[in-house]
């Protein structure tokens, strides 16, 4: 259902993604948003032996009024759901993330030394907190507050994610964390909720809230390791959108530095899923007079 193409096909979900880019094309202020999910069939091995990914992110703000200021980056995300507590059947604070190994721990530190740091990211998947019981619902609860208690909730972002703290709590079913360390579980999770653990949706807004090179406001979260600035990286980007040749290379060099070997030679395209989330500045201004003239 991550496939834009599944979805109209299917008619299945109450919400898709022309619905989606339908409500963003209303945003005033001449943004221009658009969300694609592409979905790439590729050899069962790719992710084992060279991606350690399940789907890649790329986000691409385009400013045709301020060029300096735009920029692109992509992340390859290893997905993990959260498993019930094999005891009690619930999704309590027993419950964990079980399907991390060493090895493929190992396999992720290796090419995040290729990638560079914060390349890969883990996609934690696991009931909203209205869905676990109502005991551990409250321990979830107590380390949010804890987490967001210092936070100053200030311009225009901070406003919104405070009015969103207030409407849902917080709650989300995908959290984006660091891949420096294997996920714990459920409460180790939300201990690091909000700091080196997001919401997927409060770590793309993260993206684009202004940057602390230009003002005191950092963004909402900017403590943890999840989320560092945002950065050119034109080699992820060439990996995560499925081109041969940067694949090619990665595949040899992870070879050099004690891969497994056994990666097929003809391997084309990674990860499997691609999420782009593209945000366009002066769009609708003619190409040759878009320019903001500062001079």
């Given at each position: 259902m991550l496939d834009a193409d599944t979805q109209r096909a299917e008619e299945s979900l109450p919400y898709n993604v022309d619905q989606l880019n339908a409500d963003l094309a209303a945003v005033e202020d001449d943004l221009d948003f658009e969300v694609t999910l592409d979905t790439y069939p590729h050899n069962t091995a790719m992710e084992r032996y060279v991606s350690q990914s399940d789907f890649g992110l790329v986000l691409t703000y385009d400013n045709r009024i301020l060029p300096a200021e735009s920029w692109?980056?992509?992340?390859?995300?290893?997905?993990?759901?959260?498993?019930?507590?094999?005891?009690?059947?619930?999704?309590?604070?027993?419950?964990g993330f079980h399907a991390v190994n060493s090895d493929q721990q190992t396999r992720i530190d290796?090419?995040?030394?290729?990638?560079?740091?914060?390349?890969?990211?883990?996609?934690?998947?696991?009931?909203?907190?209205?869905?676990?019981?109502?005991?551990?619902?409250?321990?979830?609860?107590?380390?949010?507050?804890?987490?967001?208690?210092?936070?100053?909730?200030?311009?225009?972002?901070?406003?919104?994610?405070?009015?969103?703290?207030?409407?849902?709590?917080?709650?989300s079913g995908i959290w984006l964390t660091s891949t420096?360390?294997?996920?714990r579980g459920l409460l180790g999770l939300h201990s690091e909720a909000f700091r080196s653990?997001?919401?997927?949706?409060?770590?793309?807004?993260?993206?684009?809230?202004?940057?602390?090179?230009?003002?005191?406001?950092?963004g909402l979260t900017r403590r943890g390791s999840i989320l560092s600035e945002s950065r050119e990286n034109n080699r992820l980007k060439r990996i995560v959108t499925g081109e041969h040749q940067a694949i090619r290379e990665l595949i040899d060099e992870l070879a050099k530095v004690g891969e497994d070997g056994e990666a097929p030679a003809m391997i084309t395209v990674l990860p499997r899923h691609t999420i782009t989330i593209k945000v366009?500045?002066?769009k609708s201004l003619p190409a040759d007079t878009a320019r903001a003239q500062l001079d």
């Open positions: 692109s980056t992509a992340y390859l995300v290893q997905a993990k759901r959260l498993f019930r507590n094999a005891h009690s059947g619930e999704y309590d604070e027993r419950a290796r090419l995040s030394a290729i990638l560079g740091k914060g390349a890969l990211r883990y996609g934690l998947y696991c009931p909203q907190t209205a869905s676990i019981p109502d005991q551990t619902r409250m321990k979830v609860r107590a380390l949010h507050t804890r987490n967001l208690g210092d936070e100053i909730f200030d311009f225009a972002a901070g406003l919104a994610l405070r009015d969103a703290l207030l409407s849902s709590g917080g709650d420096e360390e294997k996920p653990a997001l919401p997927f949706t409060w770590f793309v807004i993260e993206h684009f809230t202004p940057r602390a090179t230009h003002r005191a406001f950092a366009t500045v002066g």
